[in-house]
């Protein structure tokens, strides 16, 4: 494995890719410490720091989390780049909705089309998720998810020093270009860099706050520090063990499938008679990947904040807050709404009735079951029973990191990659990235990362699209402008 890492700087193309996506992920890391304007980011700092080790504090975590850190700065990058999966996930739920979308997707020209209404989608989600955002900074006493924010506002002064309509049109503009540069900077990196740019950019953020969440970890064996009582040494050694464990079960069931063989009858063309094929169907075990938990984790989101927000004035309304935001019914719901979602996102998505007729088209059948209808009910089957087993795994993995942190008094932003979404994204986007380098890595006679087999992306396809790589001259300046600026914070600290 270590001479593949080696191997890849022998090849200019991977190696003018590999450079080029590590510069673009620096501009996002800088982009996601610069504050909007108009903001004492100060308050909000102070406010996630005081909450940093309160395990009740998980959900508003969990958006920092995600934000890589943006939200407790009121970066330009606050929005991330969630507006433009959800405009992403409502444009492919809908081609299986909209007859006239799904015609539109299998027509020549129509991915680029659809391509143009995702954009277009994001910049409208970002312009109101950017006005509420903006409304929320002036008034973050009112928001649920931030209470006992009066108290650091009383000490450091208020958040949005000059409220108004100018501050909300700033903020918008600033929010939304933030969030139009993050796509433009991921799909730059999917066409000229290496791996998926989204996925990246998210895992980058993600990345980012594990150092923050080991300094939080190391604190609950630290007394002297945290003031409290010191955990056992034992439980960090069954800790790091169970993380370890679920790492292993995680790049399992990601890569677990079930390929059902198909073979092709012989075809005449022309003078030519070509001889049958055997290939093989692969079904994932977990195939909805993430999207049950985005769901679930959005829905319950959603009636709490309102509730909130609407009725913050009575004192049942704090109540059903924390009934949907933490404790016993939460979880019961969260895990109910995962299991749910996989089956939901399944049933969009995969087209057993499609597949049988493209494969009776082009003259495949599967051993034993007749082309046709009886084909798809068997995909059908075959899927539901994988689809059980994947929605178990997802949501056990889902509720690792709330019951860790309620249950062990664990720091939420620690036990977050011991599960959930977090660390189904960081192996995903590892495991990925590596089957693209291995791709070139196997082109030039070079031996991949394993031995004993290759890698398999998330992705049912396993066709990568490459394309011209960045010139050498165009990289080495932009390598020079990612020092200069690693350089002038490095200065900056010191200062």
Same mark, same amino acid.
């Given at each position: 494995?270590? %001479? #593949? ?22 501009? +996002?890391?800088?982009?996601? %410490? ?15 720091? %005081?909450?940093?080790?309160? !395990? ?30 959800? #405009? ?9 909705? &909209? ?21 277009? *989608? ?5 312009? &109101? ?9 002036? @008034? ?7 209470? *006992? ?8 002064? !208020? ?22 540069? $993050? ?31 080991? +300094? ?24 790091? #063990? ?5 790492? #292993?079960?995680? =790049? ?32 994932? =075990? ?38 949907? @935001? ?35 088209? @082009? *003259?495949?059948?599967?051993?034993? &079951? ?70 070139? $890595? ?27 790589? =960045? ?10 402008? &990612?020092?200069?600026?690693?350089? *002038? ?7």
């Amino acid at each position: 494995m270590f %001479s #593949a890492f080696i191997n890849t700087f022998k090849i200019p193309e991977l190696r003018q890719r590999i450079l080029f996506t590590l510069a673009v992920l620096v501009f +996002v890391r800088l982009g996601s %410490s610069i504050p909007c304007p108009g903001i004492n980011s100060a308050v909000l700092q102070e406010y996630f720091s %005081s909450v940093a080790q309160d !395990p009740a504090g998980g959900l508003l975590n969990m958006v920092n989390l995600f934000s890589g850190g943006a939200l407790s700065s009121c970066a330009i990058f606050s929005l991330t780049i969630m507006p433009y999966i959800s #405009a992403s996930i409502i444009m492919q739920l809908a081609q299986g909705v &909209v007859p006239s979308l799904g015609r539109l997707a299998r027509e020549e020209g129509g991915r680029q089309k659809i391509t143009q209404y995702t954009r277009l *989608g994001t910049l409208i989600l970002c312009l &109101v998720q950017g006005y509420l955002l903006a409304a929320s900074f002036e @008034s973050p006493q009112n928001i649920p998810m931030l209470p *006992g924010i009066e108290e650091v506002m009383q000490r450091m002064g !208020p958040l949005v020093p000059n409220p108004g309509w100018m501050f909300r049109i700033v903020t918008v503009i600033t929010l939304t270009a933030g969030t139009m540069l $993050l796509m433009w900077m991921g799909e730059q990196i999917t066409h000229r860099g290496i791996g998926n740019g989204i996925s990246l950019i998210i895992a980058v953020g993600i990345l980012a706050q594990l150092p923050a969440a080991l +300094v939080q970890g190391w604190q609950m064996f630290n007394p002297a520090e945290t003031g409290q009582e010191a955990k056992s040494p034992l439980l960090l050694v069954l800790l790091i #063990a169970f993380l370890f464990f679920v790492i #292993a079960a995680t =790049v399992m069931i990601i890569q677990a499938l079930r390929k059902v063989p198909v073979s092709y009858a012989k075809q005449v063309r022309g003078n030519r008679m070509y001889q049958g094929q055997s290939s093989y169907l692969p079904l994932k =075990v977990n195939y909805a990947g993430v999207m049950p938990i985005i769901f679930a984790s959005a829905i319950l989101m959603f009636p709490s904040t309102m509730v909130g927000l609407i009725f913050r004035e009575y004192d049942w309304a704090g109540k059903v807050v924390s009934i949907l @935001s933490e404790g016993a019914v939460y979880y019961t719901l969260y895990g109910v709404m995962i299991f749910f979602f996989s089956y939901f996102w399944v049933a969009m998505v995969f087209n057993p009735t499609q597949i049988a007729d493209d494969m009776k088209k @082009s *003259g495949g059948f599967i051993p034993g &079951v007749r082309p046709g209808e009886p084909t798809a009910k068997f995909l059908d089957f075959s899927m539901t029973r994988l689809t059980f087993a994947g929605a178990l795994f997802l949501t056990a993995l889902a509720l690792l990191p709330m019951l860790i942190s309620h249950g062990l008094r664990v720091p939420f932003l620690t036990a977050s990659f011991f599960g959930g979404t977090s660390l189904l994204i960081i192996v995903g986007v590892m495991l990925d990235t590596m089957r693209q380098t291995e791709t070139f $890595l196997l082109q030039r006679h070079y031996d991949g990362f394993l031995k004993k087999g290759r890698i398999r992306g998330r992705s049912n396809a396993d066709r990568y699209q490459s394309s011209d790589g =960045v010139a050498g001259e165009r990289i080495g300046w932009l390598l020079v402008l &990612v020092g200069i600026i690693i350089l *002038g914070g490095i200065v900056a600290t010191f200062i």
